[in-house]
Nanobody
Framework: QVQLVESGGGLVQPGGSLRLSCAASRRFFSINEMGWYRQAPGKERELVAT???????NYADPVKGRFTISRDNAKNTVYLQMNSLKPEDTAVYYCNAFIKRAWGVPESAYWGQGTQVTVSP
């Protein structure tokens, strides 16, 4: 069974930093695009950032210049470094990964359980 295990959320003051991590529970045939999404209360889930297996990145406009996504393919782990945090960054952050479990099996999208990030004085 595929599991994406997230860590690193918490409470931080405006202007502070947090680093989120998300690790796949075991090795797979391939892990392609990985990313982070977030969902604030009363809002739909939205893209934060994605990264391909080759390292190409994409960011949502509200986080450009403040957040950095990276990955360690050897550890099947994706990270999100969040700097200059604002109250509007408060949300549950979800890890996402497109995983191909075996040769000949189509890739599927998997989600982590979510980790709360709260930015407040």
């Amino acid at each position: 069974q595929v599991q994406l295990v997230e860590s690193g959320g918490g409470l931080v003051q405006p202007g502070g930093s947090l680093r989120l991590s998300c690790a796949a529970s075991r090795r797979f045939f391939s892990i392609n695009e990985m990313g982070w999404y977030r969902q604030a209360p009363g809002k739909e889930r939205e893209l934060v950032a994605t990264i391909t297996s080759g390292g190409s990145t994409n960011y949502a406009d509200p986080v450009k210049g403040r957040f950095t996504i990276s990955r360690d393919n050897a550890k099947n782990t994706v990270y999100l470094q969040m700097n200059s945090l604002k109250p509007e960054d408060t949300a549950v952050y979800y890890c996402n990964a497109f995983i191909k479990r075996a040769w000949g099996v189509p890739e599927s999208a998997y989600w982590g359980q979510g980790t709360q990030v709260t930015v407040s004085p």
